[in-house]
């Protein structure tokens, strides 16, 4: 929600279309943040050093921005359904070589969050249709693989919460088993690896599970000619 300065930029913006008070609403975010800093763009339009990779679901609750409280230049992001690293995915490893090799990233953050609509589609027997389910068949091996943990957990909220944990737990070791990581651990020892959970209904993140750089993995997946 923006704050209008100007009383007749909001009385124009109730009779806008939605699409174009977005238009608006950007104009009086840029403005307030000359006011604020009169050299923010042009500090901001020549350097980009974050020190963090976001890989997060696209749910519109869940803005990596917001809920850190960081600032444009200090989190690089991806977004998918259900913050998924899938190895076959080139728009994620894109953005993952560049985060690491370039920009040098310190830490990747995989961030899913309870509640979140993909991983429930995907426990169910539902036909999302093509696409939908090539992409959430990705979390039906997550629970296939937990499976003994996950079916003897009882309630059923208690037990999609833990395959939400489980399916960050999994996206982190699938970042672990990419030459994109072990590369970077062995000739820059990072970035160090974060799987976290944000919860809807406190706005609180959760840190559910970590791999420092150089932690070792199933020996199956590890390259020796990096
Ligand atoms: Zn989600």
């Not at 921005?65 to 490893?93: C, K, M, Y």
């Not at 690491?100 to 036909?127: E, F, N, P, Q, S």
Request: proline share 3%; hydrophobic share 40%; aromatic share 10%.
């Amino acid at each position: 929600m923006i704050y209008y300065r100007n009383i007749e930029t909001f009385l124009i913006a109730q009779h806008m279309k939605s699409y174009e008070k977005l238009l608006v609403q950007n104009k009086e975010w840029a403005d307030q943040k000359v006011d604020q800093d009169p050299e923010y763009f042009e500090r901001l339009s020549k350097l980009q050093t974050p020190e963090f990779l976001w890989i997060g679901c696209s749910d519109s609750r869940v803005p990596a921005d917001r809920i850190t409280g960081t600032q444009p230049g200090e989190i690089f992001v991806h977004r998918n359904v259900a913050n998924l690293v899938i190895n076959t995915d080139v728009n994620l490893l894109s953005v993952l070589d560049f985060a690491v090799r370039i920009l040098k990233v310190r830490h990747v953050i995989v961030c899913g969050h309870y509640g979140c609509g993909g991983v429930k589609a995907a426990t169910t027997k539902t036909d999302q249709k093509q696409v939908l389910n090539m992409w959430l068949r990705n979390i039906k091996d997550v629970y296939r693989i937990h499976r003994s943990e996950l079916d003897a957990i009882k309630n059923e909220q208690e037990r999609y919460d833990r395959l939400v944990e489980l399916n960050v737990q999994e996206q982190v070791m699938n970042l672990a088993k990419t030459s994109i990581i072990q590369r970077a651990w062995k000739y820059d020892q990072q970035p160090h690896l974060h799987g976290w959970v944000y919860g809807l209904k406190d706005g609180i993140i959760k840190p559910v599970f970590e791999m420092t750089a150089g932690t070792h993995i199933d020996e199956l997946y590890e390259y020796d000619n990096l």
